[in-house]
């Protein structure tokens, strides 16, 4: 493990980003097998966190959860109906249907992002919310996983107006306290906590979150957050072939509760700046249903290579161009020849043992 981090730090220069530009390193924090390595380029102060704030907002509910408080299952309608007017009448059926486990999973039904920087900039926060819940829904809720901040915001809305507590200071009593991080801002959208952004803490304090889930909510030997929702938290609520992207050292596979399901055991949740909090669950926890679904590597007719679940395939034809639909309905069209494509997912299935849930090999072995 030490010569792994010094290899890690060693080629800190020349760590480049998507676009071939050089990347900023503040800190690099490892632990394995008990060890921790650490090293810090930039004094460790508060830096902030972006999208990472999410998964306070996801532990928050998990105590809240715990403690019966609310349920997966609890409506959030009921909650909004009262202190925001729904002027888009299309959106209504759909917003009556949300509940809890939706906003957890990103998946109340937009269809893309609309809640960063860019689409807010011109509006006033005391409006964030009508804005959000009259911006045009495009998909049952639960239907699809779309990453968007307007979910984490919701959560944080509905937290306030159900226990008339800011959810911030929930999280600075019940989690940040047992962990002893004293020193942090979170900003404000107007009266409410922002949820998916505006957190500021140490590197230092990020590690002990990152302990917390590795340890199934446990810390210090105190018990936290249950077990039981750490795995729910950290296990495939939705599943996303759709957002798998082939370059992608962690290619997204699945959604938990705010985590992101990677293969191998890897769940992570990344910021937009290059903040990042990976935890491998491989060697902690081998009997989760998800870590490690197997891909098949495959070829668009671009000449792009991209990594495919085979559990996601509903048909494979030849017409002539191999063309696969998936579960989800999308279609995706391929180079390999049909009979090509049925091989790898025989090999795949001989290697996975024909179950679902089994760790699978390397995918440069497929």
Not at 93 to 120: A, D, N, V
Not at 122 to 128: F, G, H, L, Q, R
Not at 288 to 296: D, N, Q
């Amino acid at each position: 493990m030490k010569n792994l981090f010094e290899q890690i730090l060693s080629k800190k220069q020349i760590i480049k980003n998507k676009d071939n530009q050089s990347v900023n390193i503040d800190s690099i924090i490892l632990k394995d097998a008990g060890q921790i390595f650490s090293h810090f380029y930039k004094e460790d102060s508060l830096h902030e966190m972006r999208s990472i704030s999410k998964i306070l907002i996801g532990l928050a509910y998990g105590i809240s959860l715990d403690r019966r408080m609310l349920t997966l299952d609890t409506l959030v309608y009921p909650i909004l109906k009262n202190i925001v007017n729904i002027k888009n009448l299309n959106n209504i059926e759909k917003i009556k249907k949300w509940k809890i486990k939706h906003l957890l999973t990103y998946s109340c039904g937009y269809e893309s992002q609309m809640f960063s920087e860019r689409f807010i900039k011109d509006i006033n926060p005391a409006n964030y919310l009508e804005y959000i819940v009259n911006f045009d829904l495009v998909y049952e809720p639960g239907e699809k996983y779309t990453y968007n901040n307007a979910d984490i915001f919701l959560l944080s809305v509905c937290f306030h107006e159900m226990f008339n507590k800011n959810i911030k200071d929930f999280i600075d009593e019940e989690i940040f306290a047992p962990l002893n991080i004293q020193n942090f801002k979170w900003e404000n959208f107007g009266k409410y906590c922002p949820g998916g952004t505006g957190l500021y803490i140490s590197h230092k304090d990020l590690f002990k979150i990152g302990e917390l889930i590795l340890n199934k909510g446990k810390y210090n030997n105190k018990q936290i957050i249950s077990t039981k929702y750490i795995e729910e938290m950290c296990s495939t609520q939705i599943e996303t072939p759709y957002a798998i992207k082939a370059d992608r050292v962690l290619p997204k596979i699945g959604v938990g509760y705010i985590m992101h399901i990677s293969r191998d055991g890897y769940i992570y949740k990344d910021g937009t700046n290059g903040q990042y909090l990976i935890i491998n669950l491989k060697k902690q926890q081998p009997k989760l249903k998800v870590w490690g679904k197997a891909m098949i590597i495959l070829t668009k007719l671009n000449n792009v290579p991209f990594s495919l679940n085979p559990d996601f395939i509903e048909t494979i034809e030849e017409t002539p161009d191999t063309t696969i639909k998936l579960i989800t309905k999308n279609v995706i069209i391929v180079k390999e020849p049909m009979q090509e494509v049925l091989d790898k997912i025989y090999k795949y299935r001989a290697i996975a043992g024909g179950s679902r849930t089994n760790v699978i090999p390397n995918i440069g072995d497929l």
